[in-house]
């Protein structure tokens, strides 16, 4: 279900759409200085992501204000932070990926062009770090049950499961996992 998804090139114009929205949003809030906010937009070169994506996917959205100079880059739901990959697979492949086999880390990893070491490095990511960052601290106390770190990221989709689409299900995590606190 999750694996079919990540190939699907319209969740990620549909993640697009909603970075353009989040990026607008910015833009209108202005700097704190009280300037005018200047697109200074920058390629990325994200992997994993299906066949036939427009450019357009490679580029993040972000300004610069026209009189301190200070950059404001809006939050994304296709870029977790500085990660290469598409925020998508970053928070599916550990998901995905526990299962009974080696075998079938390996074809994940096949599928997706992604290294068995990145992968775990993410689940690490998930497991350690996300789960001690402050914006976990803000964010866990808005689920009635408390999630297990130890089955991070699957009890954050798990914890969405009253969404019945799975890929509305995915973008409801993102936009939880990309918004600063």
Do not use: N
């Amino acid at each position: 279900m999750y694996q079919s998804l990540l190939r699907d090139s319209r969740l990620f114009d549909l993640l697009l759409r909603f970075d353009g929205e989040l990026a607008a949003e910015t833009r209108r809030g202005g700097c704190e200085c009280g300037g005018v906010l200047h697109s200074a937009r920058y390629q990325r070169k994200p992997r994993g992501g299906p066949c036939g994506l427009g450019a357009e996917c490679c580029v993040r959205d972000s300004f610069c204000c026209a009189t301190c100079r200070l950059r404001a880059t809006p939050p994304s739901l296709r870029f977790l932070g500085r990660k290469v990959f598409f925020g998508a697979l970053v928070l599916l492949i550990p998901v995905l990926r526990d299962g009974p086999t080696a075998e079938r880390l390996s074809r994940l990893c096949t599928t997706f062009a992604v290294s068995v070491r990145t992968v775990r490095r993410w689940c690490r990511y998930w497991r350690e770090t996300f789960v001690a960052s402050r914006q976990w601290e803000a964010m866990r106390g808005l689920f009635a049950a408390p999630l297990s770190a130890d089955d991070m990221p699957r009890s954050l989709l798990e914890a969405f499961s009253k969404i019945s689409d799975t890929r509305d299900r995915l973008v409801a995590v993102l936009r939880l996992v990309s918004l600063p606190r």
